[in-house]
Structures are given as C-alpha cells and as structure tokens.
C-alpha cells in the first residue's frame, strides 16, 4: 500500500506534466477528484472559481495575492477561450493599456462577445470579469492575439475609446498614438464608420503629441470624403504630452511619457540641489561614515536580519567563508558581504561624479559591475547559480500583494537603454534621483536585488546635485513601499517625491 508522501508524489506528477508547457491555470477536469483534492489540501492549487484553478505552493502564506496575480492574465485567455471560443475580444481600453505596456492587474475586465451574458464575475482580490453581450463582429485586421489576449489593434482601439478615456490614461494614450505608423491605419477605419467626431478628437490628440502631419491628413481626407470635422485636443490642458521618439518600442515610449507627465511634480516637492560640494573631502568622509546606517536599512527593508556587528565584521573583514561554516550557510551574512562590495564600488564612482564626471553615463556603465558584487558571495557560497550574473532577467518577476506587475521580460533591455537616455538627458538631479530610483524598481531588471540596486542608483544621483547621501530606514518601510507602489499603479509621484524629500532633509541634518 502507498505511503501519503508517494501518492502526493503522483499527483505531483500530474501536476509536472501539465505544466512543460510554463502553464499555470487549469481547469478542475484535467485532475481527478484525489489528485485535486491533495493539490489542494497540500498547496500547490488554488481555486479562482469553480471549475478554475491556478498553480500556487506550500509556501504561499494566507492572503498572499502574488500566485493570483501571477496567473490574471492567462486564466483571463483560457477563461474566455472555453467559454467563448474564438469570438470575444478584450474592449478597446483594456486593448491599449495592454498594447501601451501597463501592467497593473485591472480591478475589472471587460470581454465583448456575442456569447456575453452583460454578467459579473467575481474574482479573487477584489478583481472581476464582465462578459459584454456584443453582436458585432470587428473585420480580422482590427484584432490582434497578444499572450492568447485578443485584443483590439492600437489603431482600432483608438477610433473607438471615449474622450474621458484619454483623460484618464493620457500615457497609454499618447504610447498608442505614437504606434501608428501613418494616416492611413486611421483613416481607413474613420471613413469607414463616417466618424466625423473622433476624426476631430485624434486630430487633435495627433498635433498635441506633434505629428501634425498625421492630424492634417485626417482633417483634409475626411473633409475631401464630405465630412465636417472640427479638430478637438481631448487632453487636458495641464496633462503633459508631446513627441515620442519614432518607431520606438512601447515600453520606450511609455517610460518617456511617464517622464515627461511627472517630472514636473518632482521638481515642486523637492529642495533645490545644493550644487555640487567645495569640500569634497567632507562629502566623501560622510558616505563613508554613513555605510553602516545604510547597510543595516537596506538589507533590511529587503527582509533579512542583519545587525550592526555583522556589518562591522563583514565591512573590517572578519567574515571568513572559506573557514567558518556558519558564514558559508549564513544568508544574512552573505547579503551584508554582497552589500559592502557594491556599496564600494558605487562610493568609487560618487567620487567621481562630485569631481564633475556625468553620472547618468557612469551609471550606465557601473550598474552591471554593482549588481555582480551584490551577488557574488551567495554564486562564490553556491546558493545561487552562477548564471544569476550574467545580466537582465529573462523570466517573468512579481511583487508580492502587489497588483503592478512589472514589464514582460522580453521589454526590459530596450526599457533599460531608455531609462539611461532619460537619466541623461533630465538636467534636474533631484528628478534624476526620484524618477532613476522609481523607474529601476519599475521595470525590476534583476531576478532579485532591485530595491536595493535603485537605492544605490538614486544616491548616485543625489550625488550629481550636492544632495547627501540618503539612507531610506527601516522604520519607513511601510510608507517607501506603498509611496513606489503609488507611483507605479496610479501614476501620482508626488507622495514618493515628498518621501524621498524627507529623507534627504534628514540625513542634511545628521
């Protein structure tokens, strides 16, 4: 007779082979009733809705949404595709937040379908699905399949979303625009429809992003089919929108606007740069003196348990790996370790950016040998592997109970490229500081160490303008987490801004 551990081991295996292909979402009927029910019980299944489950772990506390969150989008494609086959369609907005790379797991997603019932379906964490009654059939090039998403195309999307929608989501909008490689993609669809009001509005919205080119062709083609158009600019007046680099990807475009749309919050919640410091001896003794206060906050706003001895042992070289076991097998020791190399290398290159080097571009090139340092003690100690250096990640990465999910794995060189450019080209130090520390985390370009990563990034910054390097403590976990994931979900910078204000002010009066 079979142990308990043997028959978990079995369902198990049911569980392994359905997942070769990265799947995560299942229905009840690929199980039988025991395999299920041990899944289950044991946690490696969570039930979204009868008949539906997703892939979790036994390690998964209680109210952990990450596993959900997880798996949103695929249960949203396999969902739809059972229940409605080939005939639905993401609606228009959801289309371009998708297209215009906004991650946020939605509070609400709308499915046109002819099969739609106009009903709600509840979903965990507060999410939900409205399957809309739609007996229109969209012609096939309007539709695209992203991710087993069907989605509307950005040019088909655009014709048919409201005013207040591009209100509401000028980013997404303007990264939409800035997509459409000429007239006629618009055009076509305009005509057809004889739609005369949103021939206006994406005039408008074309000129205020400055493709005037494309706004006059809409005007003069709709007008020479005998249509009466009056250009109308659908942004606000106070949103910023404006050029977007030409066939640029996305995720380019929608880190430039973003920039562009909150820069200007920035630079009203911080203080002025005291400019670049005359006793640079001064500077430098203070970022030295200050590595232990900032060792034992990061690491510990990242979770691990580290105290001021180990820190001081680690930083006068008492840690000893080869020898002592408990250091070799210690996780918080090798995390200080890691910490002290990079901290080293970043105060090597705050030298040289207090004695007028360009910091953006020196960043750009240090940041690859920073995150190699973080590391190297747990690849050296054999706790990761060594492949963890090689760079960016190339996996999907989730933050837990959060419900931004950061960009798709595919996006984040050419998200990085940008990042740098606009780190670059802002001439503000404090909105290089916030916006660089925002935007790493943003885009997360490494499996693990990114909040650390982007604190080391906005102290160089920081550094660029005179500012003094800033410790984030501990005791304002809370606030610093809930401020970045303001930012990211609701695009209001302003608390994160007044946050890292306060701590820059703070370490100014140490």
Not at 18 to 45: A, I, P
Not at 56 to 65: A, L, N, T
Not at 336 to 344: D, P
Not at 479 to 498: C, G, H, M
Request: glycine share 8%; hydrophobic share 40%; proline share 6%.
């Amino acid at each position: 007779m079979s142990t308990p551990n043997e028959r978990l081991a079995a369902s198990l295996d049911v569980l392994r082979r359905l997942q070769q292909d990265g799947r995560r979402v299942f229905e009840s009927g690929e199980f039988s009733r025991l395999h299920r029910k041990r899944l289950l019980q044991n946690g490696f299944l969570q039930e979204v809705m009868k008949g539906w489950l997703i892939f979790s772990g036994p390690g998964v506390r209680e109210g952990d949404s990450t596993p959900w969150y997880a798996s949103f989008w695929e249960f949203c494609a396999r969902y739809c595709e059972a229940r409605f086959e080939r005939e639905w369609r993401l609606s228009p907005e959801q289309s371009i937040l998708l297209h215009a790379e906004n991650t946020v797991v939605p509070a609400q997603v709308v499915v046109h379908s002819p099969k739609g019932a106009n009903n709600k379906i509840d979903l965990p964490f507060g999410a939900s699905l409205y399957d809309l009654k739609d007996s229109r059939t969209p012609p096939a090039s309007d539709l695209t399949v992203r991710d087993g998403l069907r989605l509307f195309s950005p040019a088909a999307a655009l014709v048919r979303v409201s005013e207040s929608f591009i209100r509401r989501n000028p980013v997404e909008t303007q990264v939409a625009l800035a997509s459409v490689a000429d007239a006629s993609e618009i055009l076509r669809r305009l005509l057809t429809g004889g739609h005369s009001v949103v021939a206006g509005r994406l005039a408008g919205a074309f000129r205020r992003i400055e493709r005037a080119d494309v706004a006059e062709e809409i005007l003069q083609t709709m007008q020479a089919a005998g249509h009466d158009v009056r250009e109308n600019d659908p942004f606000a007046p106070e949103q910023p929108a404006g050029a977007l680099p030409d066939a640029a990807p996305p995720i380019v475009s929608r880190l430039r606007a973003m920039w562009s749309a909150l820069r200007k919050d920035v630079l009203e919640a911080f203080p002025d740069p005291p400019g670049l410091p005359t006793d640079k001896g001064a500077y430098l003794g203070f970022v030295e003196d200050i590595y232990q206060s900032d060792a034992y906050h990061s690491l510990s706003i990242e979770g691990y348990r580290v105290s001021p001895a180990l820190i001081e042992r680690v930083a006068s070289g008492g840690w000893d790996p080869q020898d002592s076991e408990a250091d070799r097998e210690s996780r918080d020791a090798l995390a200080a370790r890691g910490y002290w190399q990079a901290f080293r290398l970043v105060q090597d290159d705050v030298v040289k950016i207090v004695s007028g080097a360009e910091p953006a571009d020196l960043v750009r090139k240090s940041h690859r040998a920073w995150y190699r340092e973080l590391f190297q003690p747990c690849v050296v100690a054999g706790l990761i592997n060594a492949s963890a250096l090689a760079g960016y990640r190339n996996e999907a990465v989730y933050l837990r109970t959060s419900r931004f999910v950061p960009p798709r794995w595919e996006v984040v060189r050419d998200a990085m490229g940008a990042l740098f450019d606009l780190l670059e080209q802002e001439p503000e130090p404090g909105v290089r500081a916030v916006l660089g520390h925002w935007l790493f985390g943003y885009v997360h370009p490494y499996p693990d160490g990114n909040g650390r990563m982007a604190r080391f990034l906005m102290n160089a910054m920081l550094a660029s303008g005179g500012y003094p390097w800033t410790v984030i403590r501990v005791d304002g976990r809370t606030r610093y987490l809930t401020t970045l994931d303001s930012a990211s979900i609701e695009q209001d910078i302003r608390p994160f801004a007044r946050f890292v204000a306060d701590q820059v002010q703070r370490s100014g009066r140490r």
